[in-house]
């Protein structure tokens, strides 16, 4: 029998991903997804314990524990526990140690290993899965991500024909900003808000709002600068991601060259020995399609995703938009809890009654528990993507969130406003390792290839570089989007930012540098591997002079002819000159000469012309130097 991977496994002995995942690691057979394949021996003991489980048997009681068949007993156990969560074991039936299963006493039969197994198994799934049975699973959120015209809403557009529900009769279905999919493996919604919502100004906005991100790259075009992007954003937001390499049907598709391409983004797909999902599709044909659908589901089992639909509400606004005749229409999608009509959300700070609320398909609903989009009709001003919505009981709390929002607010504001950095945040904390996280652009993959590889070398033990994104170009929108919200600094070689570009680094706080000398750069990367604040420069004395006779350059103007009486004198320092007690001029020292030659610096006791730059500087003028010097922190 050849290898076999984990899911088509499941789904041939009928059990759930998640139990076969539970019985290897109680087996300790190491894995890296559902689609890592298993060698003919473990499948053969996985075969045993299911049916050891299947066997069943009755609860043990007292003294019997270690007496009795080991496997039936705790399977017991275990089975109790799947049916019953809240229920505690009886008392006759003391929740088996795996250590206790597996060591019978001399009387009892020998248990078989895959019996033992079994009974660690079962006892490490009693004991792991009681507290989190409570909380139901809910269905997983996902969004498609990718480089322009790779077909991203060719492929939604596929799966929302072939998978969404016929329309309620009535409902008139229109744009939600994300619908929801029956598949055979279950429900599946969907974001399908145009340019990467749900990864730039949604989580810009600090909303999580997707579980799984889908990265299409067309299999004639393979990996281009937004599927960049839409891996580094995915990333930034440690969702998992699936390669779904698109367009196979054209006759050109190459779908080995963008695997092989995927590796130089360290995304190692599995069949090559890593973990990353690859799978190819047509969203012209449908080929692949299921599969990839199948994968999404299997993430999701993985991810084991969970929301209590009797918790407290709370959701994230996907879109909104004020139609002119029903007014501001919102797209909420409910991630904990559930939203009734009639109940009063808070977003930012307004808040609105719910009047109405319809689903994806646009037909009326009257509740939406967690993982559903609803269009909401009720708030006053339109909310902005990325919000995050709460509930309140009533219109008096409503208002009262809204008076605590409102004050927390202007208490940050003020806050930021005279914010002195901690210790902490200058040097990041002192036992961890800290990341400094950067944004590349270059003019060429030669200058992005040099500039990383000096940065590899610049990591230490302290300090992570953790380059999310490098690319050629400038930097664009998206770039800052994901700077904000991963709190990276831009840094650019060679390339300059838009006005436009540049505009919002500055509302968002992101700092977006330029460099042509790339020794510069590194120097940046220096300052922030020290402690990523802005440098503190501080005034150091450096020496005096005395004018003592005024020296007129056609091209320079007035040189003052000085002795250095104290200290020494460098071009380029600051220099302060003081007539009597009078502080009559500052400026920089922009020349310094010995004879007829420009020099560096001067020291004390030596003639010097000074130019100032300034032409009213007189005999018996003193003239102070001083440097500014970065404080080392
Ligand atoms: N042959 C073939 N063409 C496809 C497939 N998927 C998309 N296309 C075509 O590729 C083009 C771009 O597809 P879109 O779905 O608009 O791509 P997109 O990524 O959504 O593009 P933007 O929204 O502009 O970023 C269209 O002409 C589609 O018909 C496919 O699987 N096979």
């Given at each position: 029998m050849s290898k076999v991977r984990i899911y088509t496994l499941a789904k041939d002995l009928g059990v759930d991903n998640q139990k076969l995942l539970e019985i290897l690691d109680s087996l300790g057979v190491v894995y890296k997804s559902v689609s890592s394949t298993l060698d003919e021996d473990t499948v053969e003991t996985i075969k045993e314990i299911l049916a050891a489980e299947a066997a069943g048997g009755t609860p043990a009681q007292p003294g019997t524990a270690t007496q009795g068949a080991p496997a039936t007993d705790t399977t017991d156990a275990a089975t109790e526990t799947d049916a019953a969560p809240a229920a505690a074991p009886t008392p006759a039936a003391p929740q088996p140690t795996p250590k206790d299963d597996v060591t019978p006493t001399p009387a009892a039969p020998t248990p078989t290993p895959a019996q033992a197994a079994t009974a660690s198994h079962a006892a490490a799934v009693a004991v792991a899965e009681a507290p989190a049975r409570e909380i139901p699973h809910r269905s997983p959120v996902v969004t498609i991500m990718g480089h322009v015209d790779h077909g991203k809403t060719s492929l939604l557009d596929y799966i929302r024909k072939t998978k969404v529900a016929a329309k309620e009769a009535g409902g008139i279905t229109q744009h939600v900003g994300a619908f929801e999919a029956q598949t055979s493996k279950g429900r599946i919604v969907f974001i399908?808000?145009?340019?990467?919502e749900a990864f730039t100004t949604i989580r810009a906005r600090g909303a999580n709002v997707a579980d799984i991100a889908i990265i299409v790259v067309a299999a004639d075009d393979s990996i281009m600068p937004q599927t960049r992007e839409a891996i580094a954003h995915a990333q930034a937001a440690k969702v998992p991601l699936i390669v779904a390499i698109n367009k196979v049907d054209l006759p050109q598709a190459d779908v080995d060259r963008v695997k092989t391409d995927l590796t130089m983004v360290n995304l190692v797909p599995e069949e090559f020995g890593g973990d990353t999902v690859v799978v190819p599709v047509s969203a012209k044909t449908g080929e692949g399609v299921e599969d990839l659908l199948e994968y999404i589901s299997l993430t999701a089992e993985l991810e084991d995703l969970r929301a209590d639909p009797n918790g407290e509400f709370s959701g994230v606004i996907i879109e909104s938009k004020v139609d002119r005749q029903a007014g501001v229409l919102a797209t909420v999608m409910v991630q904990e809890g559930t939203i009734n009509v009639g109940d009063f959300l808070v977003v930012g700070e307004t808040y609105g009654k719910i009047k109405a609320m319809t689903d994806s398909l646009g037909g009326r609903i009257k509740s939406a528990g967690p993982s559903t989009p609803v269009q909401v009709l009720g708030f006053s001003e339109a909310p902005v993507s990325g919000d995050k919505v709460a509930s309140a009981s009533n219109e008096h709390a409503a208002r009262e969130k809204v008076a605590v929002r409102v004050d927390t607010r202007r208490t940050v504001e003020e806050a930021r406003a005279q914010r002195k950095l901690s210790l902490e945040e200058m040097m990041g904390s002192l036992v961890e390792v800290r990341e400094v996280n950067l944004i590349l652009r270059a003019d060429t993959q030669g200058s992005v290839e040099a500039i990383q590889g000096i940065l590899a070398k610049k990591e230490s033990d302290d300090v992570k570089l953790n380059v999310m994104l490098a690319g050629i170009g400038a930097p664009t929108e998206g770039d800052v989007l994901l700077a904000s919200t991963a709190e990276a600094t831009i840094l650019c070689f060679s390339v300059t930012a838009s006005g436009a570009v540049k505009k919002v680094a500055d509302q968002k706080g992101v700092d977006l540098k330029s460099f042509r000398i790339i020794y510069e750069l590194i120097d940046e990367v220096d300052r922030l591997i020290k402690g990523n604040v802005e440098p503190v420069f501080e005034e150091k004395y450096l020496g005096r002079a005395e004018v003592r006779m005024l020296i007129k350059h056609p091209k320079s103007g007035t040189i003052a002819g000085s002795y250095v009486t104290d200290g020494s004198f460098k071009r380029n320092a600051k220099a302060k000159v003081t007539r009597g007690k009078q502080v009559v001029y500052e400026g920089t020292i922009v020349g310094l000469k010995r004879f007829k030659d420009d020099v560096r610096e001067v020291q004390t006791g030596y003639e010097c012309g000074i130019n100032l730059d300034w032409n009213d500087v007189m005999e018996g003028d003193i003239i102070e130097a001083s440097e500014m010097v970065e404080v080392q922190q």
């Amino acid at each position: 029998m050849s290898k076999v991977r984990i899911y088509t496994l499941a789904k041939d002995l009928g059990v759930d991903n998640q139990k076969l995942l539970e019985i290897l690691d109680s087996l300790g057979v190491v894995y890296k997804s559902v689609s890592s394949t298993l060698d003919e021996d473990t499948v053969e003991t996985i075969k045993e314990i299911l049916a050891a489980e299947a066997a069943g048997g009755t609860p043990a009681q007292p003294g019997t524990a270690t007496q009795g068949a080991p496997a039936t007993d705790t399977t017991d156990a275990a089975t109790e526990t799947d049916a019953a969560p809240a229920a505690a074991p009886t008392p006759a039936a003391p929740q088996p140690t795996p250590k206790d299963d597996v060591t019978p006493t001399p009387a009892a039969p020998t248990p078989t290993p895959a019996q033992a197994a079994t009974a660690s198994h079962a006892a490490a799934v009693a004991v792991a899965e009681a507290p989190a049975r409570e909380i139901p699973h809910r269905s997983p959120v996902v969004t498609i991500m990718g480089h322009v015209d790779h077909g991203k809403t060719s492929l939604l557009d596929y799966i929302r024909k072939t998978k969404v529900a016929a329309k309620e009769a009535g409902g008139i279905t229109q744009h939600v900003g994300a619908f929801e999919a029956q598949t055979s493996k279950g429900r599946i919604v969907f974001i399908d808000t145009p340019g990467h919502e749900a990864f730039t100004t949604i989580r810009a906005r600090g909303a999580n709002v997707a579980d799984i991100a889908i990265i299409v790259v067309a299999a004639d075009d393979s990996i281009m600068p937004q599927t960049r992007e839409a891996i580094a954003h995915a990333q930034a937001a440690k969702v998992p991601l699936i390669v779904a390499i698109n367009k196979v049907d054209l006759p050109q598709a190459d779908v080995d060259r963008v695997k092989t391409d995927l590796t130089m983004v360290n995304l190692v797909p599995e069949e090559f020995g890593g973990d990353t999902v690859v799978v190819p599709v047509s969203a012209k044909t449908g080929e692949g399609v299921e599969d990839l659908l199948e994968y999404i589901s299997l993430t999701a089992e993985l991810e084991d995703l969970r929301a209590d639909p009797n918790g407290e509400f709370s959701g994230v606004i996907i879109e909104s938009k004020v139609d002119r005749q029903a007014g501001v229409l919102a797209t909420v999608m409910v991630q904990e809890g559930t939203i009734n009509v009639g109940d009063f959300l808070v977003v930012g700070e307004t808040y609105g009654k719910i009047k109405a609320m319809t689903d994806s398909l646009g037909g009326r609903i009257k509740s939406a528990g967690p993982s559903t989009p609803v269009q909401v009709l009720g708030f006053s001003e339109a909310p902005v993507s990325g919000d995050k919505v709460a509930s309140a009981s009533n219109e008096h709390a409503a208002r009262e969130k809204v008076a605590v929002r409102v004050d927390t607010r202007r208490t940050v504001e003020e806050a930021r406003a005279q914010r002195k950095l901690s210790l902490e945040e200058m040097m990041g904390s002192l036992v961890e390792v800290r990341e400094v996280n950067l944004i590349l652009r270059a003019d060429t993959q030669g200058s992005v290839e040099a500039i990383q590889g000096i940065l590899a070398k610049k990591e230490s033990d302290d300090v992570k570089l953790n380059v999310m994104l490098a690319g050629i170009g400038a930097p664009t929108e998206g770039d800052v989007l994901l700077a904000s919200t991963a709190e990276a600094t831009i840094l650019c070689f060679s390339v300059t930012a838009s006005g436009a570009v540049k505009k919002v680094a500055d509302q968002k706080g992101v700092d977006l540098k330029s460099f042509r000398i790339i020794y510069e750069l590194i120097d940046e990367v220096d300052r922030l591997i020290k402690g990523n604040v802005e440098p503190v420069f501080e005034e150091k004395y450096l020496g005096r002079a005395e004018v003592r006779m005024l020296i007129k350059h056609p091209k320079s103007g007035t040189i003052a002819g000085s002795y250095v009486t104290d200290g020494s004198f460098k071009r380029n320092a600051k220099a302060k000159v003081t007539r009597g007690k009078q502080v009559v001029y500052e400026g920089t020292i922009v020349g310094l000469k010995r004879f007829k030659d420009d020099v560096r610096e001067v020291q004390t006791g030596y003639e010097c012309g000074i130019n100032l730059d300034w032409n009213d500087v007189m005999e018996g003028d003193i003239i102070e130097a001083s440097e500014m010097v970065e404080v080392q922190q």
